[in-house]
């Protein structure tokens, strides 16, 4: 009986956890609205490469999404950092990557809202006017992108990032096809 008496202790801990969810009786208000995380779960429903979001954890979520990120497969890193999003609703940072995933694939839609939400949670941080810099250059709004890489750089002038974005703005400036 005393060697079953760990697992029975470790079994009835995992139940427990287990039935604790959002029907725990916690009001949370810093959570997005149900319509916005839909308006991103239909752009990324259908792709096999996500498990169901119970299995996953908001950190190995965001980690597997950076990596496929760097591997440019922007609907997966979408996909990842959405259920990210989902798991843990005020993560600034899976916000900011799913923008930046959204901003990839052309959804600049999403994006935006995906970047208020990273506002939201981050605040003022040159990876956030970065990021917002690189999605207007992306659309081709470059005064825009020009003023978020300024923000970025006031706030981290020693940045190699902004630097480099900075440079790529002038000679997208002096490159412009008609």
């Known amino acids: 009986m005393r060697q079953w008496l760990p697992l029975l202790i470790l079994v009835l801990a995992v139940v427990g956890c287990q039935s604790a969810g959002s029907q725990d009786g916690i009001v949370r208000t810093n959570e997005p609205s149900p319509s916005e995380l839909t308006s991103f779960g239909?752009?990324?429903?259908?792709?096999?490469?996500?498990?169901?979001?119970?299995?996953?954890?908001?950190?190995?979520?965001?980690?597997?999404?950076?990596?496929?990120?760097?591997?440019?497969?922007?609907?997966?890193?979408?996909?990842?950092?959405?259920?990210?999003?989902?798991?843990?609703?005020?993560?600034?940072?899976?916000?900011?990557?799913?923008?930046?995933?959204?901003?990839?694939?052309?959804?600049?839609?999403?994006?935006?809202?995906?970047?208020?939400?990273?506002?939201?949670?981050?605040?003022?941080?040159?990876e956030y006017y970065n990021n917002v810099g690189y999605s207007y250059l992306l659309r081709g709004k470059l005064q825009e992108a020009r003023r978020n890489f300024l923000k970025a750089y006031e706030i981290a002038p020693n940045d190699p990032t902004v630097k480099n974005n900075l440079e790529l703005l002038a000679s997208s400036v002096d490159n412009i096809e008609r």
């Open 42 to 126: 239909d752009t990324f429903k259908g792709l096999q490469t996500v498990s169901p979001v119970e299995y996953y954890a908001s950190d190995l979520a965001v980690a597997e999404a950076k990596n496929q990120f760097r591997s440019e497969n922007y609907g997966n890193s979408g996909a990842l950092f959405y259920k990210a999003v989902q798991l843990a609703p005020n993560d600034g940072v899976a916000w900011l990557g799913l923008a930046a995933s959204c901003d990839r694939i052309g959804r600049f839609d999403l994006s935006d809202k995906a970047y208020r939400q990273a506002f939201r949670y981050l605040g003022a941080t040159p």
